[in-house]
């Protein structure tokens, strides 16, 4: 209580103090007291009985300020530890946002990369698409040209398959012809031939006829 309260002065009941005595002393003492001695006498136990009770008080709230006091020094032992893990707290956030930053410009950076790496991707597909429209185009127009070149060569097969059948007619035309010019041939040389015998039978007469003459 001392240490809570340095100034305050403890109070101590000399010896001669009224409450030295009892009443019944002061009665011997004094065998005739006045009303207004009496007054004070029970005015002064009145405020000895409030003065004890005000010094129980003080002694009890010498005890709370003691426990508060004690309290409050862990609260600030506390409130240190809690000051400097908030620092440390602090120091970590801070480099926790330095490093989210550069996370988020190493992503943003990455993006960008993504980014012009899907524009080449979609030009050279882009490119490769168009070259594979005009690949197919060439090949279409190949396609018609092919299908054009295979009906002229069927029209051609069928028009040489025509001739061929022509042809193959004509010939055995020709060979009919041939073999009717040969019989036709094999009679005139036969006829030619008994013509040959007449014509040498006339002249054998003829000549026959001229030495007769002659004769």
Sequence with gaps: MAEAFPNQVPFVLSDDSPSGSSAHERERHT??????????????????????????????????????????KSAEEKCVLLETSNQSLRLEAENLVKKIAMKDQQLSEKHEELEKLQACEQN?????????????????????????EIRQVK????????????????VENLQSEILKLREMKERLNEEVGLQMGQTNSLQEEISHLKEEIKD
């Excluded at 070259?131 to 054009?148: F, S, V």
């Design 31 to 72: 065998p005739k007291m006045p009303h207004r001695c009496e007054h004070c006498l029970e005015k002064i136990s009145k405020l000895e009985s409030e003065l004890s009770c005000a010094q129980e008080e003080i002694r009890c709230l010498n005890s709370v300020v003691l426990i508060e006091t004690a309290k409050l």
């Design 124 to 148: 050279a597909l882009a490119s490769e698409l168009k070259n594979g429209l005009q690949i197919l185009k060439d090949l279409e127009i190949c396609k018609h040209d092919l299908e054009e």
């Design 155 to 170: 029209e051609e097969n069928r028009n040489v398959n025509e001739l061929n059948s022509s042809f193959a007619i004509s």
